[in-house]
């Protein structure tokens, strides 16, 4: 690798400016083509085929056959007075004309026609059903504007079932960048070079974000994978230009000459383009779980991330032999705040077990609400307070019960009377169970449906337990029973990504280990490594349970409240951190290596390299995190549960993992740190990282 980069060098030396032109043509390019060509974002829900949910839906799809079969919405009413009153209905019946006249409705069913009246008939809704199967976003503009007519009057107006569609917006990017860049300036003591770290991260951010628009036109691409892509790919791309540049000044001061680029390039881009190969199968694995939305997410960010390094190699390091005075160190003092003062690392070198032990018990105790996740799939209850769908949420859940929203239909077969006077029987005998409908049997008389409403809502555990508690019933009863609805296939959706967690781990831990013992020739290093990113991610879990399961720092961090953990979320912060954590993990370790191999001295190597990485490593992470970060004062709870994540994750890992337990340990076990079999040095690959 170093061989071809030392080739490359050369090429960047003699031909900076076609090497630059050359990667803005790729981003020209990949943009042209991702808006020319691309397709649009889908809205869609997260569906897993195979699960008992789907298959209870299949049989009700075959064997129940209903002329409302569209989407749906609902517009919640409340009053201070009887909305039977004169002057309420006529404002329903007002309301009731606008939207049947509006495109692709269906019908539109009046709290008179459904018999929903609650709160001695202050509280009520409309149905309005689509002759689409899912609710776009013009559709629900346009409820939008009919209901904000009313808005004014004696009663309160809100919707609920509306396109969902999440709003990609750029604010949390220009508050990271913002970051970013002044920790930056801090690093180098330069606006000018702090610039160039972020301006490639930009045109790997456009070039990538268009190669997804272009995947889009193929497969379905969520929006919270848009905005999962471009957090991580923003991350990553200042990074590594940082790193690349860093290295560049280093040499620069060393050498003064033409020298600095080839160093810059043969001893950082092999970890650059090691760290990012780490993340990009990292992500890539997600598809090996069989869950095709996650699949779709690793690929798509795997794709950005990609793009991102691409462009990086090629106009950074043109753009330093163009303007080679960027390799100037400026006499800036406060640039000395993140650089580890030599005193530091003798401190670690001489307290290492300490530092060691303290580290890691703090982050066992971090990790232990861990224990007590509750996977679930955000509601609208989920949402911030001032939208409509929460206060729509919240008034359902006051005046018809909290599981209005989390109704389960039941299907049996129509086995003998008995059979089926026993099921309904044990199903009356559950505890939190609010209400069952009468049985509905099927035009074949094959099949008799029941609707549900449990006492609880969509996201509870006791809701979750519930499902469990009617299947279980078919060995009672000696009937097949099959529960579906939205709320059963969200809850086999969170038990199979729970269930995969521990696969993708293990798959995940092994590769990591597999991956640095050939790179580092060493057993202990991997082991030390790979432990440590296990302690880290639990560290990151336990925090989203207590911030985003438990609600503690809600208002601090702009959540919503109490809500269960994202059910993917585990899944995703395994696959991006373990990349995340490679990358601190081959800059500073490689650094050691380095000086290890020619004085031999432990202690020595340590000191100097958290001297020559750690100000670059503490940067590094402090971007990542503030990008990561930005991302949780969104109003949308699928990316702030990514952000938050993410920004925990490389917190725990760089600073507590990385700078802390990584070196500690490398001083505690001297030069059994470097060991490593003859027979497996023999048969393993040599891979050039530093």
């Keep these: 690798m170093s061989r071809f980069l030392l080739w490359y060098a050369h090429k960047v030396k003699k031909h900076p400016k076609s090497i630059l032109g050359l990667g803005l043509l790729v981003v020209v390019m990949m943009t042209v083509f991702g808006i020319g060509f691309g397709g649009s974002l889908s809205s869609e829900g997260m569906t897993i085929d ?173 929006s919270y994978d848009l905005s999962l892509a471009a957090m991580v790919s923003l991350a990553v791309g200042i990074d590594y230009a940082l790193f690349m540049v860093a290295r560049y000044r280093d040499e620069y001061v060393k050498t003064n000459s033409d020298k600095a680029i080839y160093m810059a390039l043969t001893k950082t881009g092999p970890a650059i383009i090691f760290a990012a190969a780490t993340i990009i199968v990292a992500l890539l694995g997600m598809s090996a779980l069989g869950i095709g939305f996650l699949g779709v997410m690793g690929a798509v960010s795997a794709l950005s991330v990609l793009m991102v390094v691409l462009v990086a190699f090629l106009v950074v390091p043109s753009v330093l032999v163009l303007f080679p005075s960027l390799g100037r160190r400026r006499k800036v003092t406060f640039n000395k705040a993140i650089k580890p003062a030599g005193w530091f690392a003798k401190l670690l070198n001489k307290h290492s077990r300490v530092t060691m032990a303290v580290a890691i018990l703090s982050l066992l105790l971090i990790a232990i609400p861990a224990s007590r996740m509750q996977l679930g799939l955000p509601n609208d209850g989920s949402k911030p307070r001032e939208t409509t769908e929460r206060k729509a949420f919240d008034i359902k859940a006051e005046a018809y019960g909290a599981g209005n929203d989390a109704m389960l239909v039941t299907v049996i077969e129509n086995a003998n009377s008995k059979k089926v006077h026993n099921f309904e029987k044990q199903l009356n005998k559950l505890d939190t169970i609010q209400s069952v409908s009468p049985a509905i049997m099927s035009a074949n008389q094959k099949y008799l449906m029941y609707t549900i409403t449990p006492k609880t809502e969509a996201n509870d555990h006791r809701t979750q337990a519930l499902v469990q508690k009617i299947r279980e019933l078919e060995s009672t009863v000696h009937v097949p029973i099959y529960v579906t609805g939205q709320t059963a296939a969200n809850i086999d959706i969170s038990n199979k990504l729970q269930s995969a967690l521990p696969k993708f781990l293990i798959i995940i831990v092994a590769f990591a280990f597999i991956l640095l013992t050939v ?172």
């Design 50 to 222: 195979n699960t008992p949910a789907q298959k209870a839906a299949d049989i009700v799809s075959k064997n129940y056959h209903s002329s409302t079969s569209g989407a749906q919405a609902q517009i919640i009413l409340k009053a201070k007075e009887s909305l039977k009153n004169k002057n309420n209905v006529a404002r329903i019946t007002d309301i009731k004309n606008k939207i049947q006249r509006q495109e692709d409705v269906q019908t539109v069913m009046t709290p008179d026609q459904l018999f929903n009246y609650a709160q001695h008939e202050k509280v009520a809704y409309i149905t309005v059903t689509f002759n689409t199967k899912a609710i776009t976003e013009k559709q629900s503009t346009a409820l939008t504007k009919v209901v904000n007519m009313y808005r004014a009057s004696n009663f309160e107006v809100e919707l609920s079932g509306i396109a969902s569609n999440i709003e990609v917006s750029e604010t949390p990017e220009v508050i990271g960048i913002g970051i970013a860049f002044i920790i930056l300036v801090i690093t180098f003591g330069s606006f000018l070079i702090a610039g160039l770290p972020i301006i490639s991260a930009l045109l790997g951010l456009i070039t990538g974000l268009a190669g997804i628009f272009g995947v889009a036109r193929f497969t379905d691409v969520a």
């Design 519 to 690: 790179a580092f020739r060493s057993i202990l290093i991997p082991l030390i490594a790979v432990g440590g990113f296990v302690l880290s991610l639990l560290a990151t879990l336990g925090v989203v349970v207590l911030t985003i399961q438990d609600g503690h720092f809600a208002d601090l961090l702009n959540l919503p409240g109490k809500s269960s953990v994202l059910n993917f979320l585990p899944v995703l912060v395994v696959g991006i951190l373990f990349g995340l954590a490679m990358d601190y993990e081959v800059f500073l370790v490689s650094r050691i290596r380095e000086g290890y191999l020619v004085h031999r001295d432990n202690a020595r190597a340590v000191e100097n390299g958290l001297r020559d990485t750690g100000s670059v490593i503490i940067a590094a992470a402090f971007i990542m995190i503030s990008v990561f970060a930005s991302f949780v004062f969104t109003d949308e709870i699928i990316i702030q549960s990514m952000g938050l994540a993410l920004a925990a994750g490389v917190f725990f890992d760089a600073f507590i993992v990385r700078l802390l337990i990584v070196p500690a340990s490398i001083n505690i076990f001297g030069k059994y740190n470097w060991y490593l079999p003859k027979w497996l040095d023999k048969i393993l690959p040599h891979l050039d990282i530093e």
